[in-house]
């Protein structure tokens, strides 16, 4: 591969169907990826070169630093440094490189822009740099760039999503020893969407806050493996059932919905058609996720939309169904 050569990767965000707050304590977690996706464009450089430049449309100007340089900076461009820092601790040397960032997945959404960053440069060094990493030893070195570089209090399931997840299927993750399994969506009968509620969560870190209530977690786990046996029983009812407890229970046992996001949950749920609908992502803002009728899922969406900006003061967006990257 010419040391000039152009280098093209991607990775997808994800929304969370169900088992919130679980993957930092070793549960079962279940995400799928969404159309939206961040794609990055690499230019190696020579070996001799460590200069390293970062531009990320979105965000302000262009960032340099120098492999083996890497220090916190309290900024965007932490999630890179974080990643030549991390490959350097694991024996992957690399050298400079000029990187270009395009994302669609909304920042501080609770759909997982930083893993999306992350796994896709991780890819793009990887093919750069003819480096020896699985999928799943870049979800790792992920999540270490967000725990060890960024600091913040993450589990597993974001990296894992964007390394692994696919549209057609949930994945069926343990956080405890990462065994997957992928379950087939019944996308026939059932149309996902994703909405924004226009309410970003805090920045990094914001999950560090919220103290462990075993209630929650415990309960969330058995629901994950319940909604994994009611999706491939084809029992939609069930899914939205559970959907409808696990959204209750971050509301009042977990504690990390927020008035404006139960009123979303709320709209959507009362929608004919709707299955089911919860708070998804870490809490404090963000999206919701819901399952509809197939054929449905946009025009429901765009009244769930309209309906929430009519009761409250923000704009929501619907990312899924019909929004691509
Ligand atoms: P999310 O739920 O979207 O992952 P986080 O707070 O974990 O929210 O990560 C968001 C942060 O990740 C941003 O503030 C920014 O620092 C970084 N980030 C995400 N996407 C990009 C991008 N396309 N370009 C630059 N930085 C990004
Ligand atoms: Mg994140």
Not at 99 to 119: D, K
Not at 120 to 147: C, H, K, M, Y
Request: glycine content about 10%.
């Amino acid at each position: 591969m010419g040391q000039r050569e152009l280098i093209r990767a991607s990775a997808h965000g994800r929304v969370n169907l169900i088992g919130e707050h679980t993957d930092y304590n070793g549960g079962f977690v279940l995400p799928t990826s969404i159309p939206q996706s961040t794609r990055v464009e690499i230019r190696p450089k020579t070996k001799s070169d460590l200069q390293v430049s970062i531009e990320s449309s979105g965000f302000q100007k262009v960032i340099r630093y120098e492999i083996g340089s890497e220090k916190k900076n309290d900024d965007w461009a932490d999630y890179v440094r974080g990643i030549t820092w991390i490959l350097a601790r694991e024996g992957h040397q690399v050298p400079g490189f000029d990187v270009r960032i395009n994302s669609t997945v909304p920042v501080g959404s609770g759909l997982s822009s930083s893993a999306a960053l992350e796994v896709a440069l991780l890819r793009g060094l990887r093919d750069a740099f003819s480096l020896p990493l699985t999928e799943v030893q870049i979800a790792q070195l992920g999540q270490r760039v967000e725990n060890d570089f960024v600091g913040a209090r993450v589990g597993i399931m974001d990296q894992m999503a964007a390394s692994l997840a696919d549209p057609k299927h949930a994945l069926f993750l343990d956080t405890r020893d990462l065994s997957y399994q992928k379950v087939p969506l019944p996308l026939d009968r059932a149309d996902l969407i994703v909405i924004n509620s226009g309410i970003s969560h805090k920045n990094v870190g914001s999950n560090s806050g919220a103290d462990y209530n075993t209630r929650h977690v415990i309960l969330e786990n058995a629901r994950v493996l319940s909604t994994v046996q009611a999706l491939e029983a084809g029992d939609l009812a069930a899914v939205g059932r559970l959907f409808g407890e696990s959204h209750r229970s971050m509301r009042d046992d977990y504690e990390v919905s927020i008035p404006e996001i139960d009123v979303l949950v709320e709209i959507a749920a009362a929608q004919s058609g709707v299955f089911g609908a919860r708070l998804t992502g870490g809490g404090f803002g963000g999206s919701i996720v819901a399952l509809a009728r197939a054929g449905e899922g946009r025009r429901i969406a765009d009244q769930i939309a309209k309906l929430y900006s009519e009761q409250i003061n923000e704009k929501a967006t619907v990312l899924v169904p019909g929004a691509g990257p």
